[in-house]
């Protein structure tokens, strides 16, 4: 059965006001499936981190429609955006965005913590997203003490823990080397491929793009074509 | 949409645990805000124990002597008038009669002649006693007796433990049975006190005087007389009726004396009040650089909120609310002035027990000093860490994650 996780209908948004108004995304539309694997594409400009932040909740549109997996968000206090977060998107971020001062282990289990998972059961999810990223012997290290695609890993580990409907990443492989970014990419269509992950890939590179079944170019705040 | 908790369930210890973290990663940082509260709760806790010692100490006199007792001055109503009357022994004898109140009367004279000692002059003042007055001052002997009902004109004396001391420097004998020059005339020694701890009740230095029979002091001079009189009371007396009898009385034998009276009650009200004021101002002290420390420790939040930016948008972003934010870096301050607190009782009493041990006075651990200090220690991190929270609370997500 496939069902919709995304459904954005004639999304605005608007930067500033008067002479300086601003329309970063005019009107889109967009509809994306479970298990898919779906790249956003554009130049910079083009509305993409826009986009990201809105399909992430952690910006609002203007104005438009957005049902997240069957709930409306767009009206949702900040705390009920933060509760369906932590419930429904999964983040996998350019640079990374681990806690410097914690552990690999302590960062993926956060969004658990949050969730009020014992620590005991985060703990033991962790060690097998962990295992299958090939990642266990840095569960106790620090992120200032692993290579970029390792923490990358991390990141993505923590985004898959609390196994989310939706898979959102922002440039995941801006920040790394070809080699690794070759294997980050591998990792992420083979999550969508074993795992029938959902996964949105924010990116500028068309490299990335071509490697997605489905990909939509934004330009200047429209969506181009599919 | 399902109802949404309030905060997530995260478990306080993790909480405790990141806070821990934190602050460890920022060493200096922490120690200073630290070392903030420290002082502050510190001095709160040092004041107000040194306020209480210093209360404990003043009363103590009276816990020996009892509150039980009224003292009266007799002096001259005019200045100068040369030949006003003495009050007499006889008339002394009377006051029992005056009130029931009255169970025991020890009046004295004090008077200022030229002593000397092996020929060394001495410091200090003559006092003619009766046997009353060292029951009711609770007179320790360290040798030999005090004046007795029987010594009368006798010329015996004792010597206030100061005095001895300088007599022992004088001379090797043995003080007693020796023989102190007054004005020309010779006083065998016959006793000599312990030291007597002087009380804002009675109007002469024990330590500093040499005793002598009241009915022969009161002939060594022709200044000499009895101008006071210490008076101990029955249990639960009035003494504001007592005091009226007494008027009434001297206004009939001696009226052209005045009379001031001083009750142990009133002074120990006094007292009360005046360390209370006392307390009350140091603690005030205390609580300012408590403030002081406080607001470092808003300083040192406030410094970490905007550092920490990147933390907070990637903590919200995966599902941290407003309220665990807040709870997040409330409980860093309030570690912070915990910390502080607990050192500063610590000092804080340590400083009280060095204030004790200067001073003297016996050193007694009072249990709401440390305990007002410590709370509110903690109260002014809750105080001061609350808008440094509020405001990382308040930080928009994407605001947080561009932040460098």
Not at chain 1, 138 to 147: D, E, G, N, R, Y
Not at chain 1, 169 to 197: I, M, N, R, W, Y
């Amino acid at each position: 059965m496939s069902s919709k996780v995304i459904q954005l209908e004639n999304i605005v948004k608007r930067y500033g006001k008067g002479s300086t108004e601003f329309l970063a995304l005019k009107g889109v539309n967009l509809t994306v499936e479970q298990g898919e694997l779906l790249a956003i594409m554009g130049s910079s400009g083009s509305g993409k981190s826009t986009m990201m932040n809105i399909i992430g909740l952690l910006d609002r549109p203007t104005s438009g429609k957005y049902i997240l997996s069957g709930s409306d968000v767009v009206h949702m206090s900040e705390d009920e955006l933060s509760f369906i977060r932590n419930q429904k998107i999964g983040f996998v971020f350019q640079s990374f965005f681990l806690l410097p001062k914690f552990s690999a282990l302590h960062n993926v289990t956060l969004p658990l913590m949050y969730r009020g998972v014992s620590k005991a059961e985060a703990t033991e999810k962790a060690m097998e997203i962990f295992k299958r990223m090939s990642i266990e012997r840095l569960a106790h290290s620090l992120p200032s003490q692993m290579s970029g695609g390792q923490q990358q890993r991390v990141a993505i580990s923590r985004a898959l823990i609390g196994n989310p409907d939706l898979i959102l990443a922002d440039e995941p492989t801006g920040a790394l080397d070809e080699k690794t970014s070759a294997s980050v990419l591998e990792l992420l269509k083979e999550l969508h491929q074993e795992d029938k992950k959902t996964i949105v890939i924010v990116t500028h590179d068309p490299e990335v793009g071509k490697q997605c079944p489905r990909m939509v170019k934004l330009h200047d705040g429209e969506i181009e074509n599919e | 949409m399902n109802k949404i908790p309030l905060s997530s369930g995260m478990p306080v210890t993790l909480y405790f645990k990141d806070a821990f973290t934190n602050l460890f990663s920022t060493k200096l940082r922490t120690f200073l805000a630290v070392l903030g509260i420290l002082v502050g709760c510190a001095s709160v806790v040092a004041m107000l124990s040194g306020g209480e010692l210093m209360t404990r100490q003043a009363l103590l006199q009276f816990k020996e002597l009892g509150t039980n007792l009224l003292s009266i001055q007799i002096n001259d109503q005019s200045s100068g008038g040369s030949s006003s009357q003495k009050v007499t022994m006889p008339e002394v004898e009377n006051l029992y009669d005056v009130s029931n109140n009255i169970t025991l009367v020890a009046p004295y004279s004090s008077l200022y002649l030229d002593m000397s000692y092996e020929g060394t002059p001495l410091n200090g003042s003559i006092i003619g006693a009766t046997d009353a007055l060292s029951s009711i001052m609770k007179v320790k002997m360290l040798k030999g007796r005090f004046i007795s009902y029987l010594d009368k004109l006798e010329p015996y004396c004792i010597v206030g433990n100061d005095l001895y001391n300088q007599m022992k420097q004088t001379s090797y004998k043995d003080p007693i049975g020796q023989q102190i020059n007054i004005n020309g005339s010779f006083y065998t020694i016959i006793g000599v006190l312990q030291h007597w701890p002087q009380n804002a009740f009675v109007f002469a230095d024990l330590n500093q005087a040499v005793i002598v029979p009241l009915p022969l002091s009161l002939a060594m001079s022709k200044y000499a007389e009895i101008n006071s009189i210490i008076f101990r009371l029955a249990p639960n007396s009035k003494i504001k009726q007592t005091e009226n009898q007494l008027t009434t009385y001297f206004q009939g034998v001696a009226p052209t004396k005045s009379l001031y009276f001083q009750s142990a009650e009133q002074i120990v009200s006094q007292m009360k009040k005046q360390q209370q004021i006392l307390t009350l101002f140091l603690g005030f002290i205390g609580a300012i650089s408590l403030l002081v420390g406080g607001i470092g420790v808003m300083n040192i939040m406030l410094v970490s909120v905007t550092e920490r930016k990147r933390e907070i948008g990637i903590r919200k972003a995966i599902g941290a609310k407003a309220r665990d934010i807040r709870i997040m870096f409330l409980i860093e301050s309030v570690m912070l002035s915990v910390f502080g607190g607990i050192a500063g009782v610590i000092v804080g009493i340590l400083i009280s027990f060095i204030i004790a041990e200067v001073k003297g006075w016996g050193f007694t651990l009072f249990i709401w000093p440390p305990v007002i200090g410590f709370v509110i220690s903690a109260a002014a991190g809750i105080f001061f860490g609350y808008y440094p929270a509020y405001k990382a609370s308040k930080l928009d997500p994407i605001q947080t994650l561009r932040s460098e």
